[in-house]
């Protein structure tokens, strides 16, 4: 790690009572620290329980199974044991991990506990706060205990950040004998996490643990990625099945091959429309940035994320703007196509008719800057069970997504009240939380601030937006 420091300490905040839904948990925390003394450059380690505690994620444990079930995005790997059987599932946060976070420890008799909803909007909220309370310049991280691939044993590790960088990327830069690093990317949040462990244990009822000396790893903003920022992009990850999902997953697509049939999971072409950016956004304005840039940054991380989605095989864009069509041609599996018509509805009839029938197609607007690659995946497993459905934006006035199965006449009714036109032409509509990304299409600045209180806003979006 570039100018690590000789030493650093961890200490532990006694002192920190049971938390319960409702609690301020900030105010809670600033009291016990209050007793070490904040420093500036301070690291703030806030095991989840306790935020999920003072969030009321707190549910029956009797529920355990269907909570499990709803939180669970996609299934990474079963194993049946003497026990039962243990899922290790990717949650819409993108993180994988046993039972979907769901977890009875430390939680009172017959409930169990979730994980926070956004782990890095609760950071960023008990940064804020904190900040405030001390006037000390600190960071965040937020951490849970997670097991590993290939290793024995759990580890806690950030599930959620503010004011602290999560990662050191070290590629180009020197080993001590000069030799180039190629490929070493210090996972920071993961070490502070695990550090602060050491200290907190898991049943000391020390909750809250301060690292200090580590204060290069501390920013003034808090509106950086968070832990999300640790989380490998779908493309890269070698490794997104267990091996008996992924025996399953190779055998239905050879047998596909084999017979002809459609034995593997529905693969959609997606259809992204994407307005020339000096038209796109009249009414986004934001003070600083410049609003064709942002435009075309909100299209090109909407188009990224829907690449990344396991259910996509194809992301036909769908545009007249040269300089989106130049950047988006680099990302894997983007095709494009002139838009030649001019108007939304023109645009999307020319996507699906390069579709072709035969393909489960599958309409999605270029302005979900927030979108993450687990809820698309989510909306489409659940479109497979439907002929046609559509996903509502988060008012439900309009809609972020319509679909329609191969060989199914494809009008989608994109436009002014979208959402009833489409339930009137008999679309599905598929209920989601109205806080993913998924949802939260971007019009205006109210609307940016709404997709970026997710936590999740695109790297292009955020890097134009950043306060």
Known sequence: MTGAPASYSVTGLAGIPEIRPGDDLA????????ELGPA??????????????????IVEAAERDAVIDAETVRVVATVEHAGGRTRIVENPQGLVLAAAGVDASNAADGEVLLLPLDADASARA?????????????????????????????????????????????????????????ATIAAIGDELASAAELV?????????????????????SLDEPGARGLQRPAREDLFRLGAAEAWREGYQAA?????????????????????????????????????????????????????????????????GDAETADAARGIRGVEIVPDTAGGLRAAIALGIEAAGPDADRAVLLGDLPAL?????????????????????????????????????????????????????????????????????????????????????????TAALTRR
Do not use: M, N
Not at 200 to 220: E, F, H, Q
Not at 408 to 430: N, W
């Open 27 to 34: 105010a809670i925390v600033a009291r016990a620290y209050a």
């Open 40 to 57: 500036d450059g301070d690291i703030l380690v806030v095991t989840s329980k306790v935020v999920s505690k003072a969030e009321g994620r």
């Open 126 to 182: 008990l940064a804020g706060a904190l900040r405030a309370a001390t006037g000390a310049r600190l960071g965040v991280v937020v951490s849970d205990t997670l097991g590993r691939a290939w290793r024995v044993g759990q580890i806690d590790q950030a599930i959620g950040a503010a004011g602290v960088r999560v990662v050191d990327d070290l590629r180009g830069s020197t080993d001590s004998g000069g030799r180039v690093l190629e």
């Open 200 to 220: 907190k244990g898991k049943a000391s009822g020390i909750p809250v643990a301060v690292v200090r000396g580590l204060g290069r790893l501390v920013t003034d």
């Open 255 to 319: 047998l596909a091959a084999a017979t002809g049939s459609g034995a593997s999971s529905a693969r959609w072409t997606l259809v992204v429309p994407v307005k020339p950016a000096v038209a796109g956004k009249s009414r986004l304005a934001v003070p600083g940035a410049d609003r064709v840039g942002l435009a075309r940054a909100i299209a090109l991380d909407t188009i990224e994320a829907a690449a990344a989605c396991d259910a996509v095989a194809r992301v036909l864009v769908v545009t």
């Open 372 to 460: 993450a690659p687990g809820e698309l995946g989510h909306a489409l497993a659940l479109a497979a069970t439907a002929g046609r459905a559509f996903v509502p934006d988060a008012d439900g006035v309009g809609s972020a997504l319509a679909t329609a199965r191969a060989r199914l006449p494809f009008e989608p009714r994109f436009g002014a009240e979208s959402a009833a036109a489409h339930r009137a032409a008999g679309f599905a509509e598929l209920a989601l939380p109205a806080g993913w990304g998924l949802r939260r299409d971007v019009d205006t600045i109210e609307h940016l601030e709404a997709a970026h209180a997710l936590g999740a806003l695109g790297p292009r």
